[in-house]
């Protein structure tokens, strides 16, 4: 059986039974598979707040792969996206990685076919690659360093003067990067379809209402919400901000899920989700939402689906991870702040 199959095909072809019990209690049932299979759940701040809710480690892209890199149980099953339970996989070969729904993906990381990206870096051979970490595994093959919303700037600033920087794959983090450290980025031209739809014009509304709330933005959103934001940070980042500010109002300008981990940790304060430029009122990420507790159940039950790589890409590709890693590590960037729920 091909285990990287999606959950449609592995029900299709009869590997996978999607009927549920509907009397099953499954946050029981996923808590006595956690035991039983020494697994551990990791969940991005985007995951649906019962999943958060269940979760061991609750954090960023930089707090999950530190996490991955460290935990010494035998299955990984990750709460998130492709790129993301990729990654841990490159961290942990050794170790099961489950992703609950294979169709998890990222438009950020499908904006960069690496076959294309690669015509591009031919084209600046002495140019040093800094790849966010949402692109695909065989991205990071093409790669010299990774980053994360966390560690971006001390990434670009711990590369000499002189040397040239390609940045890939989001152009809107990008330019961010290139203000805030001067230097001069050779920009991959792609966007993550959730923080690109942000309205100017129906956040400025809202603070006409609420003029009080800060507006907290992250790094992917475009350049003219970014300039009106009086705070810009990685998902752990904008949670830390709230949980340190005065402010008892806030707009936030990135994946709605972030906002279960504020209202938690700051009760007492109110958050807006930042409108977006259509007619939905919900600024959510549909790949991050395909993993339910359903599927996170199956997921841990039946072992599958699993994530498998080619040793090819795990050895390549787990250089430019570790990189990151170690330059994080140097400047005390990571796994602190995040929620630990061990
Ligand atoms: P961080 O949680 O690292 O800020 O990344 C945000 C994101 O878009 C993950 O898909
Ligand atoms: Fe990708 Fe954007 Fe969704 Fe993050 S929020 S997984 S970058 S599409």
């Known amino acids: 059986m091909d285990t990287r199959m999606a959950t449609k095909d592995l029900v299709k072809n009869g590997y996978l039974n999607l009927d549920i019990d509907p009397d099953l209690d ?10 039983e299979k ?9 995951q649906e707040s019962e999943i958060q809710d269940i979760a061991d480690y609750i954090g960023d892209s930089l707090g999950l792969s530190q996490k991955a890199a460290e935990t010494d149980a ?9 790129f993301m339970a990729e990654t841990a996989k490159m961290l942990s070969p050794e170790k099961k990685v489950l992703l609950p729904d294979l169709k998890a993906g990222c438009s950020l990381a499908d904006s960069c076919p690496p076959h294309l990206f690669k015509k591009f870096k031919d084209k600046y051979p002495e140019a040093v690659v800094v790849s966010y970490i949402n692109c695909t595994a065989e991205l990071k093959t093409l790669t010299d360093i990774c980053c994360t919303s966390t560690n971006s700037v001390h990434i670009i600033e711990s590369i000499p003067e002189d040397k040239q920087i390609i940045f890939a794959p989001d152009r809107n983090l990008g330019a961010y990067l290139k203000k805030k450290t001067g230097r001069d980025l050779i920009l991959w031209n792609g966007t993550c379809m959730v923080h690109e739809i942000f309205s100017h014009e129906k956040i400025a509304k809202l603070k006409v209402r609420h003029p009080e709330a800060l507006l907290i933005a992250h790094p992917e959103c475009e350049a003219h919400i970014l300039d009106s934001a009086d705070f810009i940070g990685s998902t752990t980042g904008l949670l830390n901000f709230t949980k340190e500010n005065d402010a008892h109002e806030f707009i936030v300008a990135t994946e709605v899920g972030i906002i279960h981990q504020m209202e938690l940790a700051s009760p007492h304060k109110t958050f807006f989700p930042a409108p977006p430029n259509n007619t939905c009122a919900c600024n959510e990420c549909p790949h991050m939402k395909r993993n339910t507790l359903e599927k996170l159940y199956i997921c841990m039950e039946h072992e599958l689906p699993e994530i498998i790589l080619e040793d090819w890409v795990i ?6 991870i570790n990189r990151m890693l170690e330059i994080s590590e140097k400047a005390g960037l990571g796994l602190k702040p995040t929620v630990d729920q061990d």
Do not use: M, P, T
């Open 38 to 46: 020494n697994a551990i759940i990791l969940a991005h701040y985007y």
């Open 26 to 35: 499954l946050v029981a049932e996923i808590n006595r598979l956690k035991k």
């Open 74 to 82: 035998d299955i990984i099953v990750f709460a998130g996206v492709h």
């Open 315 to 320: 050895e390549k590709g787990v250089k430019s």
